[in-house]
């Protein structure tokens, strides 16, 4: 038997590091590569003839740093890039940790590595630096002109951003992106702090705390293959179930060719279908990719001016070959042409009004931030990106549901209700962990900027598929029943959606009879993985040990992700007692210790009979895990 002991130790209460008491601003002159001392950031560089001033602003509960960038001649300037370094009151030391957040789906996923053996790693959201028990993060609040990077370079916390083509009028100026500095002893706090902080910056609506998607979509058993029988046979098999499903969602595959939104392909009657998802009780999901089009499509046809142009003056074009053996020749919808903007939002309003749609998906939205010449001369990536996820989330309606997905965060927030926060699951194992990093390491977003979505329940085994499942081999599981238990449950707790993708109707017994507990498992408020610091060293290493909370609960979850049974050992639990969700008896707690065992690929989610502040929690927990060989 081998042990692992790990410890949280008590922190401190959160302080947010303000580089200076007072507002300053301070221009400087610089050119590209050459050095300037500020107060608040130092080595500054940006292309002459512009110049920058820093702003540090004391907002009481609030400090963050802005960048002003200033075109003091006669002509329109454009920016080229731009790089700081953060004064953090000193460098990192070799012996600190750093944490690079995730900035998008589940292509760069939350990262921990020393700094004596840093690794090339960069964030768009935030970074934090533990030495010792002290913390220190840098995190952007916005995301409007620019899409900054943090990197760790000779110890400094760096900052670069590419102009991107902006243009600033002559004797005019632009802010830079805004970004916090926290310092505090306790990590979990300043990740939900920031996580506030975002919220605060860019709301603009309130958020759907309430809401709790329940039910059956199409993608993950037919991929783009679904047809309007196979719709109807998951409605009837869910109905059996007698589950308090609340939504059908269709995936992709409905259209005739990516951007001709308002038809479908032959033989589909959109109208039919959703007729059906409505009559049964159910909301209708629809997705769509809001932000590609294909060469092939009418719309571009017609309309190839709605559509960006690469930087040889010819329609920007990405081919590539499908799961199914399919080519995909996608354009980009330049949603800085005002005209494209009334397209798209003609088809979300047709979804919306003539399909009955309540819950839009609006997929592949990094491609918003793909490179090229604008129509409008000047306009970035992230203000035509802005432009467009506004306009849809305009027609979309206040009263319906926005999930963003494949999107780079920080553009959409304040925008969507929901937010893919890991990469697609695949129904093989390897992808289960890989899913957890992700979306844990993303977790501090829900309860404080939106609704985490960590992708559909997978339960289906290989003898759980028939002769109706996809042609791509990719969605063919080989998965076996504990590894599509541990992921649909974890999936199911930790976000606002539980959606079902197999073919419900030939599941095993088994498998049925656990959906409906899935559908009925609390609304996690607030998600935190306590053996953080010890895990996220690469895309496989998920941490095991998770509390959360509801408003009147809170409760622990262990996972065990490996190949071989654990002893797991928690200490400083104030309750007495803990009640296992999906088993009947209860586990005590003696003198705040709780121990117990997980075969492996299993869970145990427990619900505590005091609420915690998970917070503080955090700062009482003490664990250890053992291998039981």
Not at 51 to 62: A, F, Q
Not at 267 to 287: A, C, Q, R, T
Not at 302 to 308: M, R, S, V
Not at 384 to 411: D, H, M, Q, W
Request: glycine fraction near 8%.
């Amino acid at each position: 038997m081998t042990g692992i002991n790990q410890q949280v130790k008590g922190f401190g209460v959160i302080l947010f590091y303000c580089l200076s008491s007072l507002s300053l601003f301070m221009a400087c002159n610089t050119k590209m590569n050459t050095e300037q001392q500020l107060k608040g950031i130092n080595n500054t560089s940006i292309n002459a003839p512009l110049t920058t001033t820093v702003d540090v602003k004391d907002g009481g509960s609030k400090k963050w740093i802005e960048l002003n960038i200033f075109n003091n001649t006669d002509k329109e300037q454009v920016v080229e890039n731009v790089s700081f370094n953060l004064d953090i009151d000193g460098k990192i030391s070799k012996d600190a940790q750093i944490m690079m957040g995730s900035s998008d789906m589940g292509r760069l996923p939350t990262q921990i590595f020393n700094n004596k053996n840093k690794i090339d790693y960069h964030s768009k959201n935030f970074v934090m630096v533990k030495e010792g028990d002290k913390y220190l993060l840098a995190g952007l609040l916005s995301w409007n002109i620019f899409l900054p990077e943090f990197t760790i370079v000779d110890d400094n916390i760096l900052v670069s951003a590419k102009g991107d083509g902006k243009i600033i009028p002559a004797n005019k100026s632009i802010d830079f992106e805004k970004i916090v500095v926290l310092k505090g002893n306790n990590w979990a706090t300043l990740l939900d702090e920031y996580g506030q902080l975002i919220y605060d910056e860019n709301a603009k609506r309130k958020k759907k705390d309430d809401v709790v998607w329940k039910g059956w979509a199409t993608w993950d058993y037919y991929v783009r293959d679904f047809t309007s029988k196979d719709v109807d046979d998951n409605i009837v098999a869910l109905n059996e179930l007698k589950t308090n499903a609340n939504i059908i969602q269709l995936d992709g595959g409905w259209w005739p060719q990516r951007g001709d939104y308002d038809m479908t392909k032959e033989g589909y009657n959109m109208k039919e279908v959703v007729d059906n998802i409505v009559e049964n009780g159910y909301s209708v999901g629809l997705h769509f990719d809001g932000f590609r089009g294909d060469i092939r499509s009418k719309v571009y046809k017609e309309h190839p001016e709605y559509f960006l142009k690469d930087f040889d003056g010819t329609t920007r074009v990405h081919t590539s070959i499908r799961g199914n053996g399919d080519t995909l020749a996608c354009n980009f919808f330049d949603y800085s042409n005002p005209e494209a903007r009334t397209y798209i939002q003609k088809m979300i309003k047709n979804m919306r009004d003539e399909w009955k749609v309540e819950y839009f998906k609006v997929d592949f939205m990094r491609f918003g931030l793909e490179p090229g010449v604008p129509y409008v001369k000047g306009t970035t990536p992230a203000e035509r990106f802005k432009l467009g996820v506004t306009a849809i989330r305009e027609a979309i309606g206040e009263e319906n549901y926005f999930l963003g997905c494949s999107a780079v965060f920080g553009p959409t927030f304040g925008e969507i209700d929901g937010l893919r926060t890991g990469g697609d699951i695949f129904p093989t194992y390897k992808a289960v962990p890989e899913r957890a990093v992700a979306n844990l390491g993303n977790s501090y977003l829900h309860g404080n900027v939106l609704n985490a979505d960590a992708d559909y329940i997978i339960l289906r085994e290989s003898h759980e598929e028939d002769e109706t499942i996809t042609v791509d081999p990719h969605k063919h599981s080989d998965l076996n029943k504990a590894e599509t238990i541990i992921w649909s449950k974890f999936s199911s707790l930790f976000g606002s959606s539980r959606i079902d993708s197999d073919k419900v109707g030939i599941l095993g017994d088994d498998k049925k009879n656990i959906l409906p507990s899935l559908f009925e498992l609390p609304k996690m408020s607030k998600i935190i993985a306590v053996d953080t610091w010890e895990h996220y060293t690469n895309r496989h290493d998920a941490p095991q040990i998770v509390v959360s909370e509801t408003d009147k609960k809170s409760y622990i979850s262990i996972f065990n992700w490996g190949d071989q049974s654990q002893n797991y050992t928690i200490e400083g639990i104030q309750s007495g007692t803990a009640k296992p969700l999906f088993k009947t008896n209860n586990i005590d707690i003696q003198n705040g210790k709780l121990e117990v065992n997980i075969d492996s690929k299993d869970c145990l989610i427990l619900e505590l009979d005091k609420k915690e502040n998970i917070l503080e929690f955090i700062n009482n927990l003490k664990y250890s895990t053992y291998y039981v060989m």
